[in-house]
Each structure stands twice: as C-alpha cells, then as structure tokens.
C-alpha cells in the first residue's frame, strides 16, 4: 500500500492485517451495515497490474477466457487467466485507461501473475508493470453513498460494469448498489473525506462479503488451479466468451 494512503487511513483508526485494511475499530458494526446500510471500504486487498503497449489488446485476447474487444474507456470486464488444464490461475477485473489495460487481482498473486503473463510476450510490443502503490481503489456501498458520490461527479455509471473517465477518477459500477472509485492518492484522501460523512468507514471483508453476496469469486494464492471457470459459475457472470477463439484452457 501507498504510504501516505496507509498514514491517510491510519489516521483515521484503520487496523490493517498484513497491509490490509482488516476494519476501523468495530468489526460487527461494519459487516451489519455492509448488508443493508451504507460503507466505504479501502481495497488494498486488490492490487494492479498495468498492461501497455501497441499489441496489449491482441497480447490478452490470446491469454484470457473473455473477450478483451469488449473492454473500452466506457465498458469493465470480468475475466481469468488459466493453465493448459483449464484451471484458474486467476481471475480479474479489467477495465481499460487510454491505451493501456488495468487487471485488478487480489494483492497476492500480483508478483507471481506479471511474471507468469511475462513469459507470454516474447516479441510482442507489451509491458506489465504492477503499479498497485500508483493508484488508490475506494469500494462503496449503499443509496446515501451513492448519493454522496452524485456531489462529487456530475454523471457517474448506472449499470453494471459500465465505466466513466473523469478528469480524477475511473468510477465502475460494480452492481446495483456499489461503486468503485480508482484515483490518486491526493485526490483519493479527499474523496473519502467527502463519503465518510455519508458512510461507515468499513475493513476489507466488508467488501469480499458483498463479492460473494454478488457471486464474483477471485482466486487466491490457496485456491490457484483448484477450479475451470465454470466451478465457480463465471460463464454466469459475464467472464467467458465462447466464441472469441483460442486462449489456455480454452478446449476445456
């Protein structure tokens, strides 16, 4: 995590669990207003890795299960990257910033992810850089947070998995009830002082909560090669295309 976030949220009576925001003082307080209230959640527990270069498109639509072309400044994905057999190394949300790919994974796999995509370039035009400590992830959920967030942006995404570039922030709608917010460090401080005000400031299993409420699934290092894609219903949720061609795993 970014050091001035981490003083940010520090500051302001975060408990972390191996750099991770673990909840702000009161625990169960915070998951009862995750499941019908109002939160904002820090999500470190995700990191970054950027993929940029002339043949980044063509690079990720021969390695993942979805369909890459469908990702633009205005549209996110969900999508994995699996081995020869099939199984899951991980899987991702992606969503695209001028020319460059953005893959968010959980932070464990971000080392072992870029190195195993790395081995994939070859010639190609493409560089994967993990710039998880570049960029703050703010998670919130709730109609009054939602409502504080209409204060801040003129327009934000009403579906799912739709995106909108702003001169500060990618806002991505996450479901009918959550937003995602991707911005600086100095912008992403003030941006949570704004929310907070309408929110319960909430630890990360706050959000992996509403993830599995939602039934988005994310690998993690203990559960790499351990389902296919469709184990974990991802084909239900928008993360395998059928029909975009080749890719590891794809004959399975």
């Known amino acids: 995590m970014n050091q001035d976030w981490n003083n940010h949220l520090a500051n302001r009576q975060a408990n972390f669990i191996e750099g ?76 695209k910033q001028g020319s460059d790919y953005l893959l968010q994974i959980p932070r464990g796999l971000c080392e072992a992810i870029r190195k195993k995509l790395s081995m994939y370039v ?8 993990d710039v998880s400590d570049e960029r703050v992830c703010i998670g919130l959920s709730g109609d ?60 990360s299993p706050c959000w992996d909560w509403l993830d599995i409420r939602s039934g988005v699934p994310f690998i993690l290092p203990q559960t790499q090669e351990a389902f296919v894609p469709q184990m974990v219903n991802f084909e239900l949720i928008g993360g395998i295309n059928f029909k975009k061609g080749c890719y590891p795993g794809q004959e399975v």
Not at 31 to 50: K, T, V, Y
Request: proline share 1%.
């Open 20 to 95: 991770v925001v673990h909840d702000f003082g009161d625990a169960s307080a915070e998951r009862a207003a995750a499941e019908n209230g109002d939160i904002l959640c820090d999500l470190s527990q995700f990191g970054l890795l950027q993929v940029s270069g002339e043949d980044a498109q063509s690079f990720l639509q021969n390695l993942l299960s979805n369909d890459i072309r469908d990702t633009d400044s205005g549209h996110a994905q969900l999508s994995s990257f699996n081995n020869a057999k099939g199984r899951m190394l991980a899987s991702m949300l992606i969503w």
């Open 122 to 129: 070859l010639r190609s035009k493409v560089k994967i850089t």
């Open 144 to 203: 009054k947070a939602l409502s504080a967030l209409q204060g801040l942006y003129a327009q934000i995404p009403t579906e799912n998995l739709h995106v909108i570039q702003t001169d500060d922030a990618t806002l991505i709608r996450r479901d009918a009830r959550r937003m995602q917010i991707v911005t600086g460090v100095a912008r992403a401080a003030e941006i949570w002082n704004i929310l907070s005000a309408a929110s319960v400031s909430a630890g």
